[in-house]
């Protein structure tokens, strides 16, 4: 007969080191896996203590589902009530067999009772329907303009008390605006999106339209062609508008390969992703996996998500101005000398820096490949192999055929590398866009996984004909609820995405592509002004304490 395990074994598991997962009320002991696991370690450190059965299910296919029967050793009983995982600063008790017991645990106690809440209208988003709301733009939106509603806290003398106001603050508004976090509503929702999940599957959103990839591969060969022919006339830098042009477009093929999300199968779809980012691109499909499903999972943490973890050049939330120490990097990210240069003025950087941020890429990719970080043995052990000898193909057929053997001089060759590099800043600007200018506060580990996506990402709005441009990124929302689905099914699920946040009552974030923009401006301008401010706190303390010491 099949162990029940109650919560204080599993606790007590977790404090001697081990790594549990809850799937499905199976209990997982992962341990084994986790320097197998094809999309990194720290995926899966993030779920421990948690029920992680919307996360397993959104990203794993039904082979790997039932591979991971090998780690059962039990189950539970009830209704599961997450712990923090450890990597996020969560405490377990040893657990002491025959001991009694007596006392509650404390995640339990301590559910958030915000089910009293009233969700009054929100300040950033504006009804048009019920339930469903649009983004906008205003002078008054707090993204924009809401350091006035905690200046008074830059009256205090220490920058640490009107950085703690503004978390607090951040908090209390998502509490307002979405629904509440007792148990009871989080199920409801988990309860609702699994029957949503139900019906996409059951009306074959998951299916792949390969008819569209032909669309994909012709427009592909197109400006290979084009690239190619330029660079035969002696038109470098347009030769290399192509490139870039060309590259743009692949991404979204590798982002689809690298979620499974074209033929479902991890072998094919992982060679057709390597083939596309390192042989013709240059850039590890691998430290993307890595990076990129960490931050599915905690999406927009301060802590923990990579993907808005950049400093010294960037900073979306005040929390960065206090150094935190990163999860993923497993360092600290000093807000330090240059960083409190550069952040005051990042919105007025944020498109040039971005014109540059294919350089950065090529850097992250070979240290995670020259590191080794990936996986060495289990499914995955072959792809650094193969991702080596894609990065060793891409720079000779960049490096020495065409910079070095085709163009035959420097002005041509310097026109080529920085045209090709620079034109693939849309890209860059598409990432950063859904998440930027959305929340980064925490809300604790009751919050569901399909209300945390939606609170932290947002989707443009756009003509179906430009579709092929933003190669869905632009339905960031829908893909995080979904990751697997084919990104050209996802116009045709975002209207049952709509019904579903109305049912529930959490805001869907729709912006247009420009509207968008300015709302991403406006965080990283709202945050230099909270970057002044804390330097100003700073520079009178310090003030005031040589005026003591003279005395």
Known sequence: MEAVLSRRQIEGLIA????????????????????YHPGGAKAIMHMVGRDATDEVNGFHSPEAKKRMERYRIGRIEGRWVNFVPPIQGGKFRPYVKGLVAVEEDEDADQTPATSDISRTPSPIFDTEEPNIRRRITSKNDPLISSASSVSSAAEQEDGVSYL??????????????YPSLDLDTQDEVVRKYRLLDQRIRAERLYDCNYYAYAIEACRYTFLACMMLLFLHWG??????????????????TVHDAGHMGITHDFTVD???????ADFIGGLSVGWWKHNHNVHHIVTNSPEHD???EHLPFF?????FLESLTSSFYERVMAFDTFAKAIVPYQAYLYYPILTFGRFNLYFLSWEFL?????????????????????????????????????????????AFLMVSHMVTMPLHAQITLSHFSMSTAELGPHESFPQKMLRTT???DCPQWLDFFHGGLQFQAIHHLFPRMPRHNLRRTQKLVQEFCSEVGIPYALYGFVDGGKQVIGRLEEVGRQATILAKCQRTIAERGDLLNGH
Not at 164 to 177: C, R, S, Y
Not at 315 to 319: D, E, M, N, T, V
Request: charged letters at 20%; proline letters at 4%.
């Open 16 to 35: 001697d080191g081990r790594s549990i997962i809850i799937v499905e009320q199976r209990v997982l002991k992962v341990d084994p896996w986790l320097k």
């Open 315 to 319: 900073a979306i939330s005040h929390r």
């Open 270 to 276: 992982t060679v057709v992703g390597i083939i596309i």
């Open 235 to 252: 038109w470098y830098g347009t030769s290399g508008l192509f490139l870039g042009c060309l590259w743009h477009q692949l991404v979204f």
């Open 164 to 177: 703690d106001a503004w978390t607090k603050e951040q908090i209390d508004l998502d509490l307002a605006k």
């Open 370 to 414: 020259i590191r080794g970080t990936g996986p060495r043995k289990g499914p995955a052990g072959w792809h650094r192999w193969l991702e080596i000898t894609g990065q060793v193909f891409f720079w000779y057929w960049f490096g020495y055929v065409i910079m070095y053997k085709t163009i035959p001089n420097a002005s041509g060759r310097l």
């Open 306 to 308: 990579p993907d808005i």
């Open 458 to 460: 947002m989707d443009v």
